[in-house]
């Protein structure tokens, strides 16, 4: 089992950026993939960045250019850069990682994009 911890949530103006991060502990030998999800009230949640242990990163379409994912999955870390951030940015953000078939998640941190 592994457990994931995000931190760097919080309140930012329209155009402003923010950094999230989130550490894993326990089993993190086993991770291969680590990603950020994110849910807004009402709506389901949806991948926004993964990176993999070689390096492979992938991002939705909506924040590609704005959005910057990194991290050592080897060290059960991973970030997430956001700059430009825009009101429907607007969500809580999990962290997440994909292991035997079970999916893994952080308790969530709120976003507020807001003038």
């Known amino acids: 089992q592994v457990q994931l911890v995000e931190s760097g949530g919080g309140l930012v103006q329209p155009g402003g950026s923010l950094r999230l991060s989130c550490a894993a502990s326990g089993a993190i030998f086993r991770i291969n993939t680590m990603g950020w999800y994110r849910q807004a009230p009402g709506k389901q949640r949806e991948l926004v960045a993964s990176?993999?242990?070689?390096?492979?990163?992938n991002y939705a379409d909506s924040v590609k250019g704005r959005f910057t994912i990194s991290g050592d999955n080897a060290k059960g870390t991973v970030n997430l850069q956001m700059n430009s951030l825009k009101p429907e940015d607007t969500a809580v953000y999990y962290c997440?990682?994909?292991?035997?078939?079970?999916?893994?998640w952080g308790q969530g941190t709120q976003v507020t994009v807001s003038s």
């Open positions: 990176i993999t242990s070689g390096g492979t990163t």
């Open positions: 997440n990682t994909p292991m035997l078939g079970r999916n893994y």
